[in-house]
């Protein structure tokens, strides 16, 4: 079964700082990976998504970058961290397949202060 | 108006109850899924459905694909179950992202 390892649990950091969140997944092979973001009272919505090495596509317009360096490894970054870049980010698999379905990290929730 | 909706947002019950939380969306989809968030954020994957009906343990969910709804029903709740329940859809294609919905809070008292 499919396992995603997902770090660091909390972070606070400054205006302005830099930002990597990493994930990495386990027990499958070239899956779709996902960065959704979950701000105060609202719905997670997806940041990007990837279906293969070096592939990344954003789904909204923002201060974050996503890339893929390995398989089962995606980073989500930013150069300067915002306000609006508080909340709770999750990173997820889809390995596809009837058997397998979705997994999700536990989790990263981020306050920008 | 949301792709996915979910209702009620917020539910508190007693211990023993019976719940059900609903989830109507507007887009095709190729699943739905259940998902339980707890306070410190994990999200954990209760159900995917494509058709019917699915049984876990006290947790029952099922789909009208035509109707485009969803129900989750939890018998007998319990404290322990008190949590956000997600209704998320995937749509079709290699994307495979999903929709999600804003959530459920539910709060079983003893």
Known sequence: SQTIHQWPATLVQPVGSPLSLECTVEGTSNPNLYWYRQAAGRGLQLLFYSVGIGQISSEVPQNLSASRPQDRQFILSSKKLLLSDSGFYLCACYGGGPNYGYTFGSGTRLTVV | ?110
């Open chain 2, 1 to 110: 108006k949301n792709e996915v909706e979910q209702s009620p947002q917020n539910l508190t019950a007693q211990e023993g109850e019976f719940i059900t939380i609903n989830c109507s969306y507007s887009v095709g989809i190729s699943a739905l899924h259940w998902l339980q968030q707890h306070p410190g954020g994990g999200i954990v994957s209760l159900f995917m459905l494509s058709s019917g009906k699915k049984k876990h343990g006290r947790l029952i969910a099922t789909i009208n694909i035509q109707e485009k709804h969803s129900s989750l029903h939890i018998t007998a709740s319990h404290p322990r179950d008190s949590a956000v329940y997600i209704c998320a859809v995937r749509r079709g294609g290699s994307q495979g992202n999903l929709i999600f919905g804003k959530g459920t809070k539910l709060s079983v008292k003893p």
